[in-house]
Structures are given as structure tokens and as C-alpha cells.
């Protein structure tokens, strides 16, 4: 995982079969394809995982996770 601390705005695309190898050869790890997302245009971002999740939350800081119990919420 590679990521930046701050991002005006976030597109997140699976990355091509190029920059897998990219990440593998120059990160020293198994890349497989479908399991690389790059976040913005480039390699400058991205995380090698499961298909991603998101849901934007109008919810309180407190109030539970829409993803399950996490450390901190009720």
C-alpha cells in the first residue's frame, strides 16, 4: 500500500496488467491481477487488496460502522 495523505477528490481503478508487474518488480511482491487499485492517474497511489467497499455515512462519529463493529463506535 502506498498512499498520500491527502486527496482533493478520489478516483480508485483496477490497475492494468503493466503496472502489476510494475508494483511486483519494483515492490518485491505477488501482484495478481485484478487485486491492484491505483488511486488518481498514476503508481504514485495505490493498494494491492480485495475488492474494495465504500459507503458514504451521514451518520455521528460514534454511531456504528455500516461495515461492522470497529474499535471506538457502539
Given amino acids: 500500500m502506498v498512499l498520500r ?8 481503478r483496477e490497475g492494468t496488467s503493466d503496472e502489476c508487474t510494475l508494483v511486483a518488480s519494483e515492490y518485491g511482491v505477488k501482484v495478481t491481477p485484478g487485486y491492484l487499485f491505483v488511486l488518481g ?4 497511489s495505490f493498494v494491492v487488496s480485495g475488492k474494495p467497499q465504500w459507503h458514504e455515512d451521514e451518520g455521528g462519529t460514534d454511531d456504528p460502522s455500516w461495515f461492522g463493529h470497529m474499535v471506538g463506535t457502539l
Fill in 5 to 12: 495523505p491527502y486527496y482533493e477528490g478520489l478516483v480508485i
Fill in 41 to 44: 492517474e498514476n503508481l504514485s
